[in-house]
């Protein structure tokens, strides 16, 4: 009893990091799965086949790759305009301030269907098409909030000494931004960066409402369930969860690599 009181937290977070991880468990070991019929919900035997052609299935690789495309461009503009209102908000003093953060966050706070079915009135109502660019857009409005909210939280954090240290040793204002801001900011960009492709790569809801005749990914499994569900879809979540895995880990030895390099 007394080692279980000692080590109760640790065997807690170790449940909860098992649940977590045993869905992807799942997804990886039918990714060998050869079933039998459409379906791929009872094991039969191992197979390398749907690794050796993971676009074997029609319009599996378009989706993806349009899922691809839209996160990678939604990423970058909710990143960059996200940390330019991150620094707003933290170091200047405005009009309407508490309103601005207010509407920032507002997406975070409203139920995605509220959303999608509001983007979409504004895109019919303008005469906009509904397609890559509409997804494209709503992609943007909410994953903004979240990189507003990861890069604010740093830029909080941040020493402004460190600045004015750097302005006085001469350097302007560009040099300071580049040479201590950024670097500093990085690490919460970083992680407003990622959440975002995450975000916008998974989404479903929103892009339902949006898309028109377009298909995304996780458009493509949720009508492919309807129908089969191909081992190949097992094959791209199996993929990204491992690039993901490795993208963290890296990340982290990345990080412990200047802690030990910085002098104590």
Known sequence: MRWLRR?????FGLGTLAYLILPNVV????????????????????????????????????????????AVWA???????????????????F??????????????????IVMAASLLALFLNMGIQLGFWTILIAHIMFCLSFVVAAVKARVLSMDPRLEEAARDLYAGP?????????????????????LSFAL????????NFNSGNTVTFPMFVWGSAQRGTPVQINVIGTAMFVIAVLVVL?????????KNAQPK
């Open 174 to 194: 560009v040099q300071t931004f580049v040479r201590v801001t950024l670097p500093i900011a990085a690490p919460g960009i970083a992680a407003g960066a990622l």
């Open 250 to 258: 890296t990340g982290q030895m990345v990080g412990n690599r200047r």
């Open 95 to 112: 009009r309407a301030r508490g309103a601005v953060n207010s509407l920032i966050f507002m997406p975070m706070a409203m139920p995605e």
């Open 7 to 11: 080590n109760l937290v640790v065997i």
């Open 27 to 70: 997804v990886t070991v039918f990714s060998f799965n050869n079933p039998v019929g459409r379906f791929n919900y009872a094991w039969q035997e191992f197979s390398l086949d749907a690794w050796k052609d993971p676009c074997g299935v029609a319009d599996l690789c378009g989706s993806l790759s349009l899922s691809l495309q839209i």
């Open 75 to 93: 990423t970058v503009v909710a990143t960059v305009l996200g940390t330019a209102i991150a620094f707003a908000l933290v170091r200047y003093r």
């Open 200 to 207: 916008s790569f998974d989404d479903f809801i929103i892009t």
